[in-house]
């Protein structure tokens, strides 16, 4: 179950400093003199205002003997009055106490939680579980909606067993939603996932689960028939298509984890909607998987056709010397004396029987002027040709905006893939497959620097419309488009998870007119057009005013060059720090890798994050030693087998489990958070820089080349990948501990965070 430190609900602290004292629970006049006035006897009045102020903290009542023995003092020597613990405890089961709630609830506006409150919590929650699945944001939104309304908090055990209700009855809903929009024979074909049929190894179930592999060239037919297998398996469209995307992924995620067997013996409707959500899950990464090497390939094409640019520089640099030359001495004969038909004499001499040639010459530099490379790319672009329109065969590409002219142009393409003929006549309008509807094709799409590559045509005469088209240089001309407007969102993939329409993830316009007002007042900005218009440029003048106003004293940044230049810091080496630096390596002690796990989970407890993916799993026994061994095992990459030998105390089928059932990317991302936010609190990495980013050494992991996940880092002259996520942990709590790692050797992750 959920931690109460998890969520917002609140708790009063132990430690506190002065000044919370004094703001938060000194008493006001109006409260002194209300306590005066329904209490007779100075004891009562010291607890009345502790019930007051502690109800004003929290919105909700505790008990004198929960109250810190801080604030007791401090509200008794505001108002010069001793207390007892006795009195203190009589207090709790006195009637008095119930009078006196009374008076602070009407004094204060709040609601006693009843049937009213409850009705507000359920509903708020019921609309969170539609897109939340963690039990702490459906509390932490069900606190804020109580406190919104001026209801009294209930005990944290009831806001806990709400939302683990709520949350079981909203995901029954959608089980129950996904089953009926199957029809039998999806039920069936979903039953055959889960039977161990004798032509094959394993279930199908299993190769479901299995990831196809890297997304690269050669690996194109396994991810083409993958795509083309996910593809008659995909049931309940429309079904899903209702399923918010949180949900999707939680039940994707939790059909991951389990075996063929386990979801035999589950519940149909429970079964059957996490098997549809899971070939909906990776139906898309295949589409996305797809794309990115699609986008890979295309980059590659125009890096190599940037690189051919230079070498073609490289190699006519002589050329351009003589071209240099020539012009140079045709600008002599122009300016010697005499008449214009000595100097036209002149130039002819310079020119000679080469005018042709260096008219030719002129005009091949002139292609490349501006780095044009895009000449270049055909070069490339043929050992391609047939992977791309492949690509375009499997991958269904359409337009987020009313614009489907570049649509229009793929259609083009596709119909003339067979084509032998260099130029293509241009057609007059375009059409769309699936309607009979038809548009005039517009050309203003294409860039500037392709027109006359594509057209034949000066860019002068953008404005006709072209006779013709250059067949292959508008088929790359196309690809180099789908490449930028897949980046940008214009152009998405059905189905796709990171090229989908993105469009269908915006709120609509009814949930904007609802919530527009309830955030501007939250993030303090005018929702109006013409106010919130008003205000940004308020700010923004504000803010040049006070950047101009201060330019004169800011030594670092100086006017150079017809540009603000910024300039470097000078580097200081204070005295003494190399005797500093070497009595710090002399008194520090070496800490094992697996006490700094210790250390920093009992000071940050950011194991928490991790838990039952399902989230109604039962616990674990030790869950911190389990999530801590795990950690271990999978940020050093010695793997589970490895790990078990080590530490003795578990078995590697645990420690796989637990990996597999209890941890994921998402809340691996949010215990890094939480020590990377108890790393800024440390002052000593403010006397290094701002903390925005930490440099840390360690080991290239080799990969290959085309991958997804490759890079070519130059420091380490190669093609790898940075650590994995768990590993970003180890490294992170190495710097929260500030203390060298003696794990037998030296280990840190390579990245730049």
């Known amino acids: 179950m959920t931690r109460i430190q998890d969520t917002a609900y609140p708790r009063l602290k132990h430690q506190l400093t002065a000044k919370a004292l004094t703001t938060v629970y000194t008493p006001s006049g109006e409260e002194v003199g209300l306590a005066a006035g329904i209490t007779r006897s100075r004891v009562t009045k010291v607890t009345f205002l502790l019930l007051l102020k502690t109800f004003q903290r929290l919105g909700y009542p505790v008990l004198m003997k929960d109250i810190p023995a801080s604030i007791i003092r401090h509200i008794s020597t505001t108002v010069a009055v001793s207390v007892s613990a006795a009195a203190l405890e009589n207090y709790d089961r006195s009637g008095s106490r119930r009078r006196h709630l009374q008076v602070i609830r009407d004094y204060l506006g709040v609601t006693a939680y009843g049937g009213a409150a409850q009705v507000v919590m359920v509903e708020t929650m019921t609309t969170a579980a539609q897109t939340k699945h963690d039990l702490a944001d459906l509390i932490n939104v069900a606190i804020e909606e109580l406190v919104k309304a001026k209801f009294e908090l209930p005990a944290f055990s009831t806001l806990q067993r709400a939302a683990f209700q709520v949350r079981t009855v909203v995901t029954q809903g959608f089980y129950q939603q996904v089953l009926a929009a199957l029809s039998t024979d999806d039920s069936l074909k979903v039953n055959r996932l889960f039977i161990w049929e004798a032509e094959h190894t394993t279930t199908l179930w299993n190769r479901l689960k299995q990831e196809p592999g890297k997304p690269t060239l050669s690996h194109l037919n396994v991810l083409v028939e993958r795509l083309h297998w996910l593809q008659n398996w995909q049931i309940a469209p429309h079904a899903l298509k209702a399923l918010p995307w949180v949900k999707l992924n939680q039940f994707a995620a939790e059909a991951q984890t389990l075996s063929a067997n386990q979801m035999r013996e589950m519940a149909p409707h429970k079964r059957y909607t996490l098997a549809a959500a899971l070939l909906s899950v990776q139906y898309a990464r295949t589409l996305d998987d797809l794309a990115e090497m699609l986008i890979k390939r295309l980059r590659k094409i125009h890096h190599n056709a940037r690189e051919a640019l230079g070498q073609y520089r490289q190699e006519t640099q002589k050329r351009t010397d003589t071209l240099v030359t020539t012009l140079r001495e045709v600008i002599v004969a122009y300016q010697q004396e005499g008449s214009i038909a000595d100097r036209l004499a002149g130039i002819e001499t310079v020119l000679g029987p080469q005018a042709e040639t260096l008219l030719e010459h002129c005009d091949a530099h002139m292609a490349y002027a501006d780095n044009n490379y895009l000449p270049f790319l055909q070069r490339f672009y043929k050992s391609h040709r047939a992977t791309l329109f492949r690509f375009l065969d499997v991958v269904p590409l359409h337009s987020s905006t009313q614009d489907q002219q570049l649509e229009a142009a793929i259609h083009l393409i596709r119909q003339h893939r067979t084509t032998r003929s260099t130029w293509l006549e241009v057609p007059t309008t375009g059409s769309d497959d699936s309607d009979t509807t038809s548009w005039p094709m517009d050309w203003s799409w294409i860039p500037s620097k ?52 993105y469009y269908n993830q915006l709120v609509t316009w009814e949930e904007y007119d609802a919530q527009i007002e309830a955030y501007g007042q939250q993030v303090n900005l005018p929702v109006e057009p013409t106010a919130f218009v008003r205000h940004v440029q308020q700010w923004l003048a504000a803010t040049a005013t006070a950047t101009d106003e201060a330019f004169p004293t800011n030594t670092q940044v100086v006017w150079k060059d017809e540009r603000l230049t910024i300039r470097r810091p000078p580097r200081q080496r204070p005295a003494g720090l190399t005797q500093l630096e070497a009595l710090v390596a002399e008194r520090l002690t070496p800490v094992h890798l697996l006490d700094v796990l210790t250390d920093t989970e009992a000071w940050l407890h950011w194991t928490h994050h991790f838990g039952p993916i399902s989230g109604h799993e039962a616990k674990l026994e030790s869950p911190v030693e389990r999530y801590l061994a795990t950690t271990f095992c999978y940020g050093c990459n ?80 190669g093609y790898g990948g940075g650590a994995t996520t768990t590993s970003l942990i180890l490294t992170l709590l190495c710097s929260v501990t500030s203390f060298p790692v003696g794990s037998g050797k030296r280990y840190s992750s390579w990245m730049v965070c």
């Open 450 to 501: 392709w027109w006359k590559l594509v057209t034949g045509q000066s860019p002068s005469q953008r404005s006709e419309p072209p006779a013709q088209l250059h067949r292959q240089q508008f088929e790359i001309c196309v690809f180099s488009q789908i490449l930028l407007e897949l980046q940008s969102g214009d152009l998405y993939i059905a189905g796709s998870a990171e090229y989908g329409d």
């Open 638 to 717: 010695i793997g589970p087998s490895q790990t078990a030998r080590a530490l003795r105390t578990v078995d590697r089928k645990q420690l796989a489990w637990v990996n597999q059932r209890h941890i994921t990317e998402a809340t691996l991302q949010t215990a890094i958070g939480d020590l990377i936010n108890a790393y800024n609190r440390f002052a000593l990495p403010k006397f290094w820089g701002t903390g925005e980013r930490a440099s840390v050494d360690g080991t290239k992991w080799d990969i290959y080349e085309n991958n997804l996940l490759a890079e070519y880092h130059i420091r380490y002259g």
